[in-house]
C-alpha cells in the first residue's frame, strides 16, 4: 500500500506510474497501437476509488507523451492521508482492431 502524506511518498506514487506507462507503452508497440483518451484509476485502501482522464488531439504512443499526461491527471487528485491500493492507466484506441489497452498494477 502506499500512502501519500508527504512529497517523498508522492514521488514514489509518480515512479510507480512511470513504470505502469513503461508497461502501457511497451504494449501499445506490439500491437502498433496509439490512442486519444488516457485515463488514470487511483483506488483507496477504503474501497473509494478516482478516475481521471483526457482525451488528446492528436494520438499518443510515445513514454515521454504518457507520463507527461498521467503526472498532469495525478496533480488533478487531492489525496490527503488516504492509503492508495491500486494505480491504473489505461488509453483508449480508437481502432476496430485494438481494443482498449489497460495496465492495472
Known sequence: MIKAANRREKESILLELKQIAQTLQERLNKH???GWTLTLKVKFSDYQQITRSKTLLTPIRELDE???QVKALFETIKLGDRNIRLLGI???????YYPRINIIN
Do not use: C, K
Open 32 to 34: 502498433q497501437a496509439s
Open 90 to 96: 489505461s488509453l483508449s484506441v480508437d481502432d476496430y
Open 66 to 68: 504518457i507520463i507527461t
